[in-house]
């Protein structure tokens, strides 16, 4: 058994839009699972916020970060691979909009894959999160064709999901903020 190791408690979004205002995102190779941004954590291996985003972007994403701005930044008790950061389970998120150029060359094993996505394709990404959670779904079995649980929330502080409720950002802070039994607790599946 390998020992896992603690989560930092910071992360970095980033919203890259082509020139239709479709989403870079990426499906995530490993929990948690579903389609989403580039994010990663800050304090893994990188100096600082600004750091994170563009060495994020270029190993996810393979593009080169042009420019950025900050939209939002704030706590969320969402889990990720790593054991719970301590005292206080979750990330403080700095979620920011980026410009990028090169050819989008998804990371193989990090991800399954990258492609932008149109507003409507976005959003039914996030009809299949909230309907796998309303029937009772799990965490582990989240489809890779759904948006990554805690994206309802970020996309919708971006204003890329205003008609998400409060009924379902609840749901969805529910979703991220449980772990998925055995995969957190010692191997993938």
């Not at 291996?45 to 060495?55: K, Q, S």
């Not at 094993?109 to 799990?138: I, M, N, P, Q, S």
Request: charged share 20%; proline share 5%; hydrophobic share 40%.
């Amino acid at each position: 058994m390998t020992t896992k190791k603690r989560c930092c408690g910071t992360s970095v979004g980033v919203i890259i839009t082509d020139e239709a205002d479709r989403l870079l995102m990426v499906t995530r190779g490993w929990w948690p699972k579903g389609t989403a941004p580039v994010a990663g954590h800050v304090k893994d291996a990188h100096t600082d916020v600004a750091g994170a985003l563009v060495e994020e972007v270029q190993e996810e994403v393979g593009l080169t970060v042009t420019g950025s701005g900050l939209v939002w930044e704030g706590q969320l008790p969402n889990l990720c691979a790593s054991l719970p950061h301590q005292p206080v389970a979750g990330h403080y998120w700095h979620l920011a909009v980026a410009t990028a150029e090169g050819e989008v060359t998804p990371a193989p094993g990090e991800t399954k894959g990258a492609r932008f996505y149109a507003r409507t394709e976005v959003d039914a990404l996030a009809e299949a999160t909230l309907a796998h959670y309303r029937t009772g779904g799990e965490t582990a079995t989240q489809p890779d064709d759904s948006l990554e649980a805690v994206w309802l929330r970020l996309l919708h502080e971006a204003g890329r999901l205003s008609w998400v409720s409060e009924d379902d950002l609840a749901l969805a802070e529910k979703a991220y903020s449980t772990a998925p039994g055995e995969y957190w607790l010692g191997g993938r599946r």
